[in-house]
C-alpha cells in the first residue's frame, strides 16, 4: 500500500514501481508548496530530484495521463556538472517512464 495521494497517478505507478511506499520529507515538503518558487538544501540522498521531477508533472501534463507527441522541449533542468545533469536525466527517466 502507497501514500501517494495528489501525485499524478503515472508517478505513482512509477514510485511504486521503483520500491517507493510513501514520500520522503524533502518530496512532501517540496509538493506542499504548490507552484511556489523552492530553493531546496537537504543531504544526498534525501529525494531532491524525485521532488522536482514530482512538482513539475501538473504543469508538464496539464491534467493529462500522459504526454501527446513529441513536438517540443517541455521543460529545461540546469545542473551546475555534467553529472549531476547525468543524475538527474537518469531520475527523471524512470519517472516519467509511464507517461
Wanted: glycine residues 8%; negative net charge; proline residues 7%.
Amino acid at each position: 500500500m502507497s501514500n501517494f495521494d495528489g501525485i499524478v497517478p503515472a508517478l505513482a505507478q512509477a514510485l511504486e514501481k521503483r520500491g517507493y511506499s510513501d514520500l520522503t520529507p524533502v518530496q512532501k515538503a517540496v509538493l506542499e508548496l504548490g507552484q511556489a518558487d523552492a530553493l531546496v538544501s537537504a543531504q544526498t540522498g534525501s529525494g531532491k530530484t524525485v521532488a522536482f521531477g514530482l512538482a513539475m508533472a501538473p504543469t508538464l501534463l496539464d491534467g493529462a495521463e500522459r504526454f501527446g507527441p513529441a513536438a517540443a522541449p517541455l521543460a529545461l533542468a540546469v545542473a551546475p556538472t555534467r553529472e549531476l545533469a547525468l543524475q538527474v536525466t537518469r531520475e527523471l527517466e524512470w519517472l516519467y517512464e509511464p507517461t
